[in-house]
């Protein structure tokens, strides 16, 4: 579980903006928005992020996602550069460092991990658990002349003599000490936890473009996901779909085959590929007693993308996972959009989701939402990401009784466009 996550001089975001999942002292919607943990936090289930476009919402998402690849997808090469831009709209920071945080639980035990990084390599890295006090796992510096790390280990870690050496030999100056590690065969107890938060708990960035059947047909296949939760939810959400059935395809679409033939792989990689059925799914709908079945590319954009979000909701409700979200409201009917988050309250127990949203109606419901889930972000002068929480405004501005979504159209919140008029001169010509 996520406790607080933090980015500097990231994309569009220049000073230090943190979204932090700890819970205010309100108990409004305790039991389905509230969890709570063996260090006495109090955590929230749920982050959901408005903002005008080009506000700096998805950015917080890349910049998550990007942690998540720096730790489990380390680069091979000294030469190759991170993906990643600083802020660009100052003179200053594209020749400074950039900055993520974050602070999380893993099997109990709270963990706080720092990176400090450009285009070419990680400058300082830091890591430290509580159990119960604050402690040092690793320390991290590079010399960037030398292009070298140097890492030290805290003195409650357990590591023979050749640790330390092994590790900063398989740490490229751009790997993070995690993706070092994960190149070596040494053995590390409080290392291995962290990656296995990373790799287990914490998922890939979905954007409007995932396509996230394929993947959910994938877990259904290997029963990684139960396909009557996923009949369940689409039965809950009006979708007249009596079954899911899961077949072979047994012809490599065309595509598919150009793609593999153009890898650079061993032949008999490819022969393999190429002959391991794929898995397709069809959608059963029962009509005046009659079953007729669809193939998932004839179902509409909605109940494709909810087919794929009932899948994760499977993964929520049974595991502990975090999961962000670009536009959860896209290709989704509003009211489908309060019945799937309503869903993810009210029956996971220890999951997160992060996401971004255009949906306004949620804030016409105090009943539904707590102030210290929903966030904002915003453009400040300087053109650079301003985020911050419903629940930090003072109570003059927001009351329990206030309409959040009138006080939110109206602008008082932030976080909308700042709109011209709408007429527009296509009849100047360029001076």
Not at 363 to 388: H, P, V
Request: aromatic share 10%; with cysteine.
């Amino acid at each position: 579980m996520i406790i607080n996550f933090s980015v500097q001089n990231f994309g569009s975001i220049k000073e230090k903006q943190t979204l932090s999942f700890e819970a205010d002292r309100s108990d409004h919607l305790e039991e389905h928005y509230i969890i709570n943990t063996n260090s006495n936090l109090r955590l929230l289930k749920l982050a959901l992020i408005y903002g005008a476009n080009a506000s700096g919402k998805t950015t917080i998402l890349k910049a998550l996602d990007f942690l998540r690849q720096l730790v489990l997808e380390p680069v091979e090469k000294k030469t190759d550069t991170l993906n990643f831009y600083p802020f660009l709209f100052d003179p200053q920071t594209p020749k400074q460092n950039s900055i993520i945080s974050i602070d999380f639980i893993q099997n109990e035990v709270r963990y706080s991990y720092e990176v400090e990084f450009n285009k070419n390599a990680i400058s300082k890295e830091e890591l430290h658990f509580f159990n119960p006090n604050k402690a040092n796992v690793f320390k991290r510096s590079t010399d960037l002349d030398k292009q070298f790390s140097e890492i030290t280990f805290g003195n409650k870690i357990k590591k023979d003599k050749t640790f330390e050496k092994t590790l900063e030999s398989n740490t490229l100056w751009n790997n993070s000490v995690l993706g070092g590690f994960l190149k070596t065969n040494i053995e590390s107890k409080e290392l291995k936890e962290v990656i296995d938060w990373f790799a287990t708990h914490l998922k890939r960035l979905i954007l409007t473009n995932t396509q996230l059947d394929n993947s959910i047909t994938r877990n259904v296949a290997n029963s990684e996901i139960n396909k009557f939760d996923i009949l369940n939810v689409l039965k809950k959400a009006d979708f007249n779909i009596s079954d899911i059935i899961l077949k072979e395809d047994k012809e490599m679409p065309e595509s598919v085959l150009k793609i593999l033939t153009a890898l650079d792989l061993p032949k008999e990689e490819i022969d393999k590929l190429i002959n391991t059925p794929l898995k397709k799914i069809e959608f059963e709908h029962t009509v005046d007693k009659i079953k007729y079945t669809l193939p998932i590319s004839q179902e509409s954009q909605g109940t494709q993308r909810y087919y794929g979000f009932s899948g994760l909701l499977s993964l929520l409700v049974r595991k502990s996972i975090i999961i962000p979200i670009d536009e959860l409201e896209s290709s989704l009917h509003p009211e489908l959009f309060t019945h799937f988050l309503l869903s993810f309250l009210i029956n996971s127990k220890k999951s997160q989701i992060i996401a971004t949203t255009h949906n306004r109606e949620i804030l016409n419901n105090k009943d539904i939402f707590r102030n210290d889930s929903i966030w904002f972000t915003d453009k400040s002068e300087t053109c650079a990401t301003e985020l911050y929480s419903l629940s930090d405004f003072d109570s003059s501005i927001v009351r329990d009784t206030s309409n959040i979504f009138n006080a939110y159209k109206a602008g008082k919140l932030g976080g909308t466009p700042n709109l011209g008029d709408y007429y527009i001169d296509f009849n100047d010509e360029d001076k």
